[in-house]
């Protein structure tokens, strides 16, 4: 069975704070993703890497960055967490290369910072 | 740029009817693919089914089909014989087919199933 997994389905942060979501997927997949969820506005890409060392901004970049030291792992950094960040952080991955390949999600990392 | 957008923000179905989302996007490419997320109360992003651009016949899976109108850059899902299990959040998503794999996706439609 094929997994997207994400270190924390729940988060609480503080204003300020560095924060670090991980994701981790089992598919051998190229292409990772990292999206953020907020009602009535959709799934919206803030980063996104196709190879190890590799990354491209997506549409919402500011406040974030991404780390991918290995294939099966990227990370998502909120340097300095601010409440407009709380939202719902989606990591998806694919196969590189094959545009009807089906993305895999993992389950969410739901965040708030207070 | 591409834009996928679902006008339906809600939509209801009694169980065992049929109910069809509508889906619309935006793009100057020709070569690219459609899909249908469903994300559940579980937040378990789900694929329903896909259709590449250059192919004329309709996807179906099963109980749901689409009905692609590539002129009107319309893609809409139908679900027959709605089911308690099918209440979730339905996402429209858009990939260039050049593209790195990115999807871009509609703002989503909530569907409720009443018994």
């Known amino acids: 069975d094929v997994k997207v997994t994400q270190s924390s389905r729940y988060l609480v942060k503080r204003t300020g704070e560095k924060v670090f979501l991980e994701c981790v997927q089992d598919?051998?997949?190229?292409?990772m993703f990292w999206y953020r969820q907020d009602p009535g506005l959709g799934l919206r890409l803030i980063y996104f890497?196709?190879?190890?060392?590799?990354?491209e901004k997506g549409d919402i970049p500011e406040g974030y960055s991404v780390s991918r030291e290995k294939k099966e792992r990227f990370s998502l950094i909120l340097e300095s967490a601010s409440t407009n960040q709380t939202s719902m952080y989606l990591c998806?991955?694919?196969?590189?290369?094959?545009?009807?390949?089906?993305?895999?999600f993992g389950q969410g990392t739901r965040l708030t910072v207070v | 740029a591409q834009t996928v957008t679902q006008s339906q923000p809600e939509m209801s179905v009694q169980e065992a009817e049929t109910v069809t989302l509508s889906c619309t996007y935006d793009?100057?490419?020709?070569?690219?693919?459609l899909f249908w997320y469903k994300q559940p109360p579980s937040r378990q992003m789900i694929l329903v089914i896909r259709?590449?651009?250059?192919?004329?016949q309709n996807a179906t899976e099963n109980r749901f089909s689409v009905n692609f109108q590539k002129a009107a850059k319309s893609f809409s899902l139908k679900i027959s014989d709605s089911q308690l299990g099918d209440a979730a959040m339905y996402f429209c998503?858009?990939?260039?087919?050049?593209?790195?794999?990115?999807?871009?996706f509609g703002k989503g439609t909530k569907l409720s199933v009443k018994p």
């Open positions: 793009t100057s490419e020709s070569d690219y693919y």
């Open positions: 890497s196709y190879d190890v060392k590799m990354k």
């Open positions: 259709q590449e651009a250059y192919k004329q």
């Open positions: 998806a991955s694919s196969l590189l290369g094959q545009g009807y390949t089906e993305a895999f």
């Open positions: 598919m051998d997949h190229e292409n």
């Open positions: 998503a858009y990939r260039d087919g050049g593209s790195q794999g990115n999807l871009i």
